[in-house]
């Protein structure tokens, strides 16, 4: 029987206080040198557990290898976790509370008393119940996103070694950087990589399996309007930032936005507004699950630009779509093995299997279009990129012992 120390929990608390948070701001790669202090200590921990290969890039990633213990041909599994956290919230100082033997009380958050984690607000708590939770003090974020992920996958690969017995194939290990800000696999060599198929480990709750994600794009919308002294502006002066405003607040009110979307719908995202009365640019992302809906959203905002600029006749817009990732399971369902290990890896870690979506994206969603086929599987991590992020032990322990599993189906598959 295979089953990960509850030690996991010290591992996971030693990468919670390092601060990885990435920068978007930032044009270096990675984001934010800091990142690497963690890919260091991941360097070295894989080094002392006898991973020979084991090295950080100036890239930041952590690549290394588990050698095989099987004599079977078995195909390269690559598991994946990024080690960044989101700039959405503070990640500097982290305090980890553990909150043992959880009875289905609100957790107060000891640095700050109005950051209550409360079951209502919080369903998966209720299958939480007698185990222990971990959070930060409420002054930050966890660092659960994905930082559970990484401890999982390091327990994994230290039960392995210990365990040679258990036949596996070769497992490249990949830790990434910059995964939050869009940017987690820009300068990942895929030929050093050298894998077949992977697995992020990366989502929520327990027994869940992601193999779709969103399809999304960004858009620049730049509005050019007509300056003039504000003096003498009358009939003259076509304000940029009143366009912008105009623009925005006769979007539809009940659809198309993330705050009135669920489940498959997509939506347009203003992220972001800079300039001044002449030119104004608006930065937003679609996101929809087929790539045929992403278009229909995008055609949606240029017309809705089109009718308001109508409004406007001495001033103009200008629209730049770029892509950032498209929806894994086209790739996916190509090789439906890669997911039905993973479910089978799910039930023998003694869990029910679900198979769902996740309206967000992962490495995984261009690791799949890179050549490697990479469904997400759950970390445990709850209520990330927020103070009230929380993450239970066993869970983590549920997700390594998938790990295993999933390892030793690929090699009795082979």
């Not at 930082?147 to 210990?162: D, Q």
């Not at 800000?181 to 869940?208: C, N, P, Q, W």
């Not at 012992?401 to 030793?408: G, M, P």
Request: include cysteine; aromatic fraction near 6%.
């Amino acid at each position: 029987m295979i089953k990960i120390s509850s030690a996991i929990a010290d591992r996971f608390i030693r990468y919670a206080k390092i601060d990885t948070q990435s920068d978007p701001e930032s044009k270096s790669y990675p984001s934010t040198e800091k990142q690497k202090d963690l890919g260091s200590l991941l360097v070295k921990e894989l080094l002392e557990l006898g991973i020979k290969d084991a090295q950080l890039d100036d890239f930041g990633y952590v690549y290394a290898t588990l050698p095989a213990t099987s004599t079977k041909k078995v195909p390269v599994i690559c598991f994946c976790s990024h080690m960044d956290t989101s700039p959405d919230c503070s990640g500097k100082n982290v305090k980890p509370l553990i909150h043992k033997d959880y009875k289905g009380q609100d957790l107060v958050l000891t640095g700050e008393a109005s950051q209550v984690i409360r079951m209502k607000e919080h369903p998966d708590l209720k299958n939480q119940l007698g185990n222990d939770i971990i959070t930060s003090d409420g002054t930050t974020l966890l660092g659960a996103d994905n930082k559970a992920g990484v401890a999982e996958i390091m327990a994994a690969v230290e039960l392995l070694i210990a365990h040679p017995e258990i036949k596996h194939g070769t497992i490249r290990i990949l830790f990434t950087p910059d995964e939050e800000i869009g940017r987690g696999v820009d300068k990942l060599d895929m030929k050093k990589l050298g894998a077949d198929f992977g697995y992020t480990i990366d989502g929520e709750s327990a027994g869940h399996l992601e193999d779709e994600t969103f399809s999304a794009d960004s858009v620049e919308l730049t509005i050019n309007g007509v300056s003039s002294h504000p003096g003498f502006a009358k009939g003259k002066m076509q304000n940029a930032l009143k366009i912008a405003a105009d623009l925005i607040s006769s979007f539809p009110k009940d659809r198309l936005s993330p705050e009135t979307t669920d489940k498959k719908e997509g939506f347009i995202h203003p992220l972001g507004i800079s300039g001044s009365i002449e030119k104004v640019v608006l930065q937003f992302i679609i996101r929809d699950f087929s790539n045929d809906g992403l278009v229909q959203l995008e055609d949606f905002l240029k017309k809705h630009a089109e009718k308001i600029l109508k409004n406007y006749p001495h001033s103009g817009f200008e629209f730049k779509v770029k892509e950032q990732y498209r929806n894994m399971k086209l790739i996916l369902d190509k090789h439906p093995q890669v997911v039905a290990y993973a479910m089978r890896a799910i039930e023998r870690a003694g869990m029910k299997a679900i198979q769902s979506s996740i309206r967000g994206g992962t490495d995984g969603s261009r690791l799949s279009f890179m050549g490697l086929p990479c469904p997400n599987i759950f970390a445990g991590e709850h209520a990330f990129h927020s103070r009230q992020e929380w993450v239970s032990v066993q869970d983590m322990q549920k997700a390594a012992e998938t790990i295993v599993h999933l390892a030793q189906i690929w090699e009795e598959k082979a």
